[in-house]
């Protein structure tokens, strides 16, 4: 059965930092990776999708990697801003539905 | 862009009253879920759809049931609402295929009393 790891589950850094964020995986059998954000009492925003033959995408200040034989996805947000400041998740899909991280809690701090 | 809108952002329920969720999406896509999400627990699968009528069970679907009579329609039923069913409630869609993405709703703040 997938399982999907998030470390650190929380994190806080100094506005203007540079920071990555890690997801694992155990099943390296996987269709695409995809990477939420999710504001407090909000539902979940797309940021980025990695399909499993790509090694990374990038949108703005957004960048993620996928290496699908170790199971390990990384987002990478570059010049943290306090608006940056939410949960992330990032989820696996196979031949199942989405499975999910429990999330890194990230704060940027003014 | 994808809209996936759910019928309340906040419900208030008792205990035992019978409760539905809906959730609606704009873009015709066949597939559309229901989670909720626990502090500590993350997000859970309750059930999902993938056509018209047909509906597959999550990984914790008991007390609960769906109904999709119309594809771009989802509903969550609680039959008989109980307390530890309080939750946030998250719908979401995604169109078939292999890499596409899922998009969700903003949620339904759900406090059975």
């Known amino acids: 059965k997938q399982e999907v790891t998030q470390i650190p589950a929380a994190l806080s850094v100094p506005e203007g930092e540079n920071l990555v964020l890690n997801c694992s995986f155990t099943d390296s059998a996987i269709y695409n990776l995809q990477w939420f954000r999710q504001d407090p009492g909000k539902g979940l925003t797309s940021l980025l999708l990695?399909?499993?033959?790509?090694r990374e995408q990038t949108s703005g200040r957004l960048n993620a990697s996928l290496d699908k034989s170790s199971g390990r996805s990384t987002l990478y947000i570059a010049a943290s801003q306090p608006g940056d400041s939410a949960t992330y998740l990032c989820a696996v899909s196979g031949n199942t539905p989405l499975v999910f991280g429990k999330g890194t809690r990230l704060s940027v701090i003014a | 862009d994808v809209k996936v809108t759910q019928s309340s952002r906040y419900l208030v329920k008792r205990t035992g009253e019978k409760v539905f969720l809906e959730c609606v999406q704009d873009m015709d896509h066949e597939n559309m879920f229901w989670y909720r999400q626990d502090p500590g627990l993350g997000l859970r699968l309750i059930y999902f759809s993938y056509d018209v009528k047909m509906k597959e069970k999550g990984d914790i679907p008991e007390g609960y049931s769906v109904s999709r009579e119309k594809k771009e329609r989802f509903s969550l039923i609680l039959e008989s609402a109980s307390t530890n069913q309080t939750s946030m409630y998250l719908c979401?869609?995604?169109?078939?295929?292999?890499?596409?993405?899922?998009?969700f709703g903003p949620g339904t703040r759900l406090t059975v009393l």
């Open positions: 990695i399909q499993s033959s790509q």
């Open positions: 979401a869609s995604l169109r078939a295929g292999r890499d596409n993405e899922q998009f």
